[in-house]
């Protein structure tokens, strides 16, 4: 019984720390979509501008993919 319990609290913990997935998504929209209104308000900035696009990207990424690696940890080092 308190394995069970110790076992829903693993897959709990890793549920909610999978919530970090879902604002890398929204990150990752947030700076695509400003990267095109300012590309779409001054298109000859917006070659210059390529490289922040995939920082910033690859930095919203990166908390997705911890947040993930956390779960992972969470439902099997644990």
Avoid: C, Y
């Avoid at 947030?30 to 779409?40: D, E, Q, R």
Wanted: glycine share 20%.
């Amino acid at each position: 019984m308190e394995g069970d319990i110790a076992e829903m609290g693993k897959f709990i913990g890793a549920g909610l720390a999978t919530i970090g997935l879902g604002g890398a998504g929204i990150g990752v929209g947030h700076v695509a979509g400003n990267f095109l209104a300012g590309a779409l308000r001054n298109p000859s900035a917006a070659p210059g501008q390529m490289a922040n696009l995939f920082v910033g990207i690859a930095f919203a990424e990166a908390l997705g993919i911890f947040s993930f690696l956390i779960a992972l940890l969470l439902m099997f080092a644990v």
